[in-house]
């Protein structure tokens, strides 16, 4: 394995001024950076990253830190973690997955005082998130994928979800559908403060009420087994429904399920929305699910590409904040609502057979959880 020696003996160098060529550490001109990167071909040499970081003291890492549980990484997730390895990827960073959630405070702050990360770019962000100040206490460079409810001081990319929730009821309000249920994420994801199921909350109120109509939220568990209980508490609790908007991928099949199971039609009878979803996941249905398309790979780009303005001292010391909404892609899933007919007597049958889902406060057709920032 050729050596840093092998290629200064190679360009005709000195040892220090291959380091300098990898480092920047020092100004070299163009013909002797152009010899070492010659010679460094030639000899297929790869230098040691953690030498590099200790001589330029920065470790070219950045980490991007999210919560993992035994699911994995679905389709739309994955899309953040690509556009944000892109991005590390074509400045000469790398990008490692630091499995934290918002209870690890221990396990980030001893990653952090380790001082293997350059900086950080932190997902799945809650309204109230303890890991934000626990990076900014070690003086790790942040930029969050989502948003806190105060948002002083921070640089952060995150989805429209105001814009992303009225456009999907527009659509469907549009197609002539009144009766429109939101299912989404678990009543205690909601309590504890996860920013878009808060925020998607909130604006599908306010969307609903827009058009004087009354708002109805479902909770959902994380699962198919949860898209089957939201939906039979849904019809419980509006029988005439004709549409459903839902923002959890693990459990819209239990909703497609729960809907063939009891002899309704989708888009005839029942027009589905899948909200911040990928397109390998939406033409995973049969009919294929319209959907606000997730600007997953654009916001993990983006987030990492701050981060490095930051890390090289590019663009001043301004916070960068931006929102971008998802798309309507219309597919096979929404069509015109359904006249009242006995399919609202079928649909209801059964609904008290079945458990409403875990922690959901079914009196309050919002849903449960604090009101969001």
């Not at 590099?52 to 890492?61: E, F, Q, T, V």
């Not at 397109?279 to 009919?287: D, F, S, Y």
């Not at 790979?297 to 590409?305: D, K, Q």
Request: aromatic share 2%; glycine share 10%.
């Amino acid at each position: 394995m050729a050596t840093m020696h092998d290629v200064a003996r190679l360009a005709r160098v000195s040892v220090s001024t291959v380091s300098y060529v990898l480092t920047g550490t020092r100004p070299i001109s163009q013909a002797t950076r152009d010899k070492v990167l010659a010679a460094m071909s030639e000899l297929d040499y790869q230098p040691n990253a953690m030498a590099r970081g200790l001589a330029s003291r920065r470790s070219r890492i950045v980490g991007l830190v999210m919560p993992m549980d035994e699911r994995g990484l679905g389709a739309t997730e994955t899309a953040f973690v690509t556009g944000a390895a892109a991005a590390a990827g074509a400045a000469g960073y790398h990008l490692v997955l630091s499995p934290v959630g918002v209870g690890d405070l221990d396990d980030l702050r001893r990653l952090a005082s380790q001082r293997m990360l350059d900086g950080a770019v932190l997902m799945e962000v809650q309204v109230e998130d303890g890991r934000v100040a626990a990076l900014q206490e070690a003086g790790v460079p942040l930029v969050l994928i989502g948003r806190t409810g105060d948002t002083t001081g921070l640089s952060y990319v995150d989805i429209d979800f105001e814009q992303t929730v009225r456009e999907a009821v527009d659509h469907l309000v549009g197609l002539g559908h009144r009766r429109i249920v939101y299912v989404n994420h678990s009543a205690a994801t909601i309590a504890a403060g996860y920013g878009p199921a808060v925020r998607t909350r909130d604006a599908f109120v306010a969307a609903m009420s827009g058009h004087s109509l009354a708002p109805l939220m479902i909770p959902a568990e994380d699962s198919a087994a949860g898209g089957r209980a939201a939906l039979t508490t849904a019809l419980g609790q509006a029988p005439d429904l004709t549409a459903v908007l839902a923002m959890n991928e693990n459990a819209i099949f239990g909703i497609l399920g729960e809907l063939a199971t009891r002899g309704l039609r989708v888009p005839d009878d029942v027009s589905v929305v899948s909200m911040v979803t990928s397109p390998q996941v939406a033409e995973l249905a049969t009919p294929a699910l319209t959907a606000m398309t997730s600007p997953g790979s654009a916001l993990g780009r983006m987030a990492v590409e701050a981060l490095l303005r930051h890390l090289e001292g590019v663009g001043g010391d301004n916070d960068h904040q931006q929102l971008l909404p998802c798309a309507l892609e219309i597919r096979g899933s929404t069509g015109p609502a359904s006249r009242p007919t006995t399919r609202t007597a079928t649909a209801a049958r059964g609904g008290d057979d079945t458990a409403a889902v875990t922690g959901g406060d079914h009196d309050d057709p919002t849903g449960s959880g604090p009101p969001g920032r």
